[in-house]
């Protein structure tokens, strides 16, 4: 097909159809030999496959024995001869024009000779050896080693073992570039390299298969789906054949990209789009380009940053050009069938030049005209330092004002930088929070409990929402993201259900009424309970006695009034969508204030690469110290989020009645002292408040305001204490 679209559209007349079969190659790309610095040995890691069964795991143990005592003995000899792979080249007929049908039927014949020649095929079989060993199983004998692949590159070629690797490489069909374009490696590159790679990773996703193979299987939640899909070995032996070797081949492949060395190793499962964006930049020539659509990720995202540095500090990046998928209403797609909260880039790497050259970039294009039309603003590397400490990663923002504002928060104040501290660490981190995810829904499903396999136990409801049994043991709500909100543990209940979807991923629970509200007895009602003595030792392990300040995982910029949403919460188990901080009882209503104020959300929006709030983005939010935050900020916090008994007896702050309006004007009054706090003058503090565009839309329509009224009452806050009255 690629042959047959290059000749409709190169054709000339009474000329032949060119030869191409050397230019045009099929195969994975990712997975091969490199283009330059063939390996001169087979890692030790090509062994150390966690998810091997028994007998893979006993013979990758013995190859990894043997690999590892023959490469003390014998690297260093091999590596300069092996490293200099340069024996093999296109024949020189294949440079000339196509002139004749004759022309192109002596080329034809002169690759054909090319590819069956002894050179050719002892280093195919050598490259493929070397492949094979990443996926190598018990099925196909003893694992081969850096001895036989050696062996394999000096031209003696084990038939057998020969055979078996190119079993093996038959289904992963990789692709060894310095076989397929000798000429390319030889002129150091390609001239350009241009590219809409796919973004996936390599696991066996249960949702992913099943959504194709079996929809009823892919609708159920995690612990029933699995029951469900060990039953197929019973019910549907085929699918669950095929389920088993698509999981297998997708792990092998996980494997080959974190143990090869070809890739920069990153804190999370390999993406190819980081892979093909890293294999973009080896294949391109000093003097050449790179233009990619890829995932805007690559730019602002954490797990590839690693790359990302690599790729500044080398200074190959030339322009980022990043595009929304969805419209800010959602309605319109560029890609039809992306989700429109994806975010891609126009990426380009261009050369690396003696000096130090700008990225030039825009973030936040709603549409591919804007991505076009607007104007790009250049970042030094000076720039991203200041503004991503951490990452080095490129800030989202819609107009160049919102950045100048961002900039100067960041010269006047250092971040959170909580990321990685511990109960017992913590060097930076002003506010002496630490990060804690309590429990993972995936990982520990078995410890909830469902309402009813409580009360058929013999436990029975209390009106503070926990469940008590006779003998005195006590279940515990269980917190989840959708049941919080800002200033708000008590914003969504299950409390009289009645939907169908209780134990689906997207439930739709009613939101507590303003009479609930406003009873401070009422507690809202989870989908499921914890023990309490599972709760505790868990509690105790990574909060001790500290204040538990959560926050709303999800974050939709474009669309959600507010990102940063964060809750004091009763001492209690959450999932990992409510991840919380364990802060000091004495910081965590300022802490809270903080956190649910517009400036602080405002620096995390700029961080902000998808739908979900990581605690790397917080971490790098520039903020005051506990010291430099307005004392008031505290007493108000207190009256916004201690508005139910039982949080009032779990933290020891005093009870403060849930009443609307009131609260209208304390949240205001708080964000006004938090954004003084900041040091904003007026005019910063709107280009901040201006920055929530969704919030103003769903206020000035949804809401039938007719104005942004959060925008004014912050305003109005802000001049009142100007004024000092």
């Known amino acids: 097909l690629c042959k047959v679209a290059l000749w409709i559209h190169c054709a000339v007349p009474d000329a032949p159809l060119s030869f191409l079969d050397h230019h045009i190659v099929c195969g994975d790309s990712l997975v091969g030999w490199p283009m330059f610095e063939v390996p001169d040995s087979v890692p030790n890691g090509a062994y150390e496959y966690a998810k091997a069964n028994k007998e893979d795991k006993k013979i990758l143990a013995s190859a990894r024995n043997e690999n590892k005592e023959f490469l003390v003995g014998v690297q260093t000899l091999w590596s300069a001869s092996v490293s200099s792979f340069d024996e093999l080249s296109l024949p020189s007929l294949l440079e000339r024009p196509d002139r004749t049908h004759d022309d192109v039927r002596e080329k034809a014949r002169a690759y054909a000779e090319y590819i069956s020649s002894s050179a050719y095929q002892e280093s195919k079989a050598a490259a493929d050896l070397w492949v094979s060993a990443f996926f190598w199983n018990h099925l196909h004998g003893p694992a081969p080693t850096t001895q036989q692949y050696h062996s394999f590159l000096a031209g003696n070629i084990d038939t057998a073992l020969a055979s078996e690797s190119g079993i093996l490489c038959e289904a992963v069909n990789p692709l060894h570039w310095a076989l397929a374009f000798p000429d390319v490696r030889d002129r150091g590159g390609f001239d350009l390299v241009v590219g809409n790679p796919p973004w996936e990773q390599f696991k066996g996703q249960e949702l992913e298969f099943f959504a194709e193979t079996s929809p009823l299987i892919a609708a159920m939640a995690s612990k029933p789906r699995k029951l469900a899909i060990e039953e197929l070995a019973n019910s549907e032996p085929d699918l669950f054949a095929r389920w088993i070797n698509y999981r297998a081949a997708q792990d092998r492949l996980a494997h080959y990209a974190k143990e090869s060395a070809r890739f920069t190793r990153t804190g999370a499962e390999p993406n190819t789009y980081v892979m093909f964006t890293e294999l973009a930049a080896e294949l391109t020539r000093n003097r050449g380009w790179s233009g990619l659509v890829v995932k805007s990720g690559i730019a602002i995202d954490i797990s590839p940053s690693a790359l990302w540095r690599q790729l500044v500090e080398s200074n190959r990046v030339r322009e980022v050009r990043d595009i929304v998928n969805g419209t800010e209403t959602g309605m319109d797609r560029v890609f039809t069938a992306v989700a429109p909260v994806e975010r891609f880039s126009v990426f380009v790497l261009g050369q690396s030049v003696g000096h130090k050259q700008d990225i030039q970039a825009s973030t936040l294009n709603f549409g591919l005209d804007e991505a076009i039309h607007k104007p790009l603003v250049p970042f030094s590397l000076e720039r991203l330092r200041l503004l991503a400490p951490r990452t080095w990663t490129l800030p989202s923002f819609r107009v160049p004002v919102e950045l100048e504002v961002a900039e100067a928060i960041y010269r006047r104040f250092g971040t959170l930088d909580f990321d990685r501290a511990t109960l017992d660490d913590a060097p930076e981190n002003p506010w002496d929070v630490r990060y804690v995810r309590l ?287």
């Not at 999800?554 to 990102?563: E, G, V």
């Not at 964000?671 to 904003?680: G, M, N, P, T």
């Not at 929530?692 to 329509?701: D, Q, V």
């Open 439 to 725: 429990f993972d829904s995936s990982g520990s499903q078995d410890l909830f409990v469902r309402p009813e396999e409580l009360t058929n136990s013999g436990f029975r409801l209390c009106t503070n929402r926990e469940m008590m049994h006779p003998d005195g043991r006590k279940a515990v709500p269980l917190y989840e993201g959708q049941m919080v909100g800002r200033w708000d543990h008590r914003a969504k209940t299950f409390e009289g259900y009645a939907g169908t979807g209780k134990y689906g991923p997207k439930p739709g629970i009613p939101t507590a009424t303003m009479e609930q509200h406003a009873d401070p007895e009422f507690e809202v009602e989870p989908r499921y309970w914890m023990l309490w003595d599972t709760a505790k030792v868990r509690l105790d392990e990574r909060a001790r006695d500290r204040a538990l300040v959560a926050f709303r995982d999800i974050a939709r910029q474009w669309n959600d009034r507010r990102c940063l949403r964060a809750a004091v919460i009763p001492s209690g188990p959450a999932t990992h969508t409510l991840p919380v901080f364990a802060t000091p009882k004495s910081q965590a209503m300022g802490f809270a204030a903080l956190l649910n104020s517009m400036t602080a959300d405002f620096l995390a929006k700029l961080h902000l690469s998808g739908v979900h709030l990581s605690s790397w983005v917080v971490s790098q939010v520039a903020a005051p110290t506990p010291d430099q935050l307005d004392p008031e900020c505290w007493s108000l916090a207190q009256r916004l989020s201690v508005t139910s008994t039982k949080l009032a007896e779990s933290s020891g702050f005093e009870l403060h009645r849930w009443e609307q309006e009131e609260r209208l004007l304390l949240d205001a009054e708080c964000d006004a002292r938090v954004a003084l706090s900041y040091q904003l003058h007026r005019e910063e503090y709107e280009v901040v408040l201006d920055s929530f565009g969704a919030l103003a839309r769903r206020e000035i329509h949804d809401d039938g305001l007719g104005e942004f009224r959060t925008k004014r009452l912050c305003l109005e806050a802000y001049d009142r204490l100007e004024r000092g009255t």
